[in-house]
């Protein structure tokens, strides 16, 4: 299951090693809605070797603003604690499973 990202512990999220993908999304975002499955099977399937979250930007924007979130669902992939690539709008499983293969 995806974690949940939030303003107070997305700093920790970064900070411990791994390789970490967020999800921005709102419940009211229609595309959100269609990548939220996707998020959970990639959570579900790299367990252990790949930090997955998804962050609610209604409630965290201090999270989104710094990273300049304008448009939701925006994925972002971090790598020791810096960010190295991202996706904006929806995309297809195998599309985000690359850019995760990629952090590895």
């Not at 998020?39 to 790949?50: H, M, N, R, S, W």
Request: aromatic content about 8%; hydrophobic content about 45%; some cysteine.
């Amino acid at each position: 299951m995806a974690l949940e990202i939030t303003d107070s512990n997305y700093q920790a999220t970064l900070a411990e090693g791994k390789p970490v993908v967020i999800d921005f999304w709102a419940p009211w975002c229609g595309p959100c809605k269609m990548v939220a499955p996707i998020i959970e099977e990639l959570a579900a399937e790299y367990e252990g070797k790949v930090l997955i979250g998804k962050c609610d930007v209604d409630e965290n924007g201090d999270v989104a603003a710094e990273f300049g979130i304008r448009n939701i669902p925006t994925v972002l992939f971090f790598k020791d604690g810096k960010l190295v690539d991202k996706q904006v709008g929806s995309a297809t499983k195998p599309a985000y499973a690359a850019k995760i293969e990629a952090l590895l």
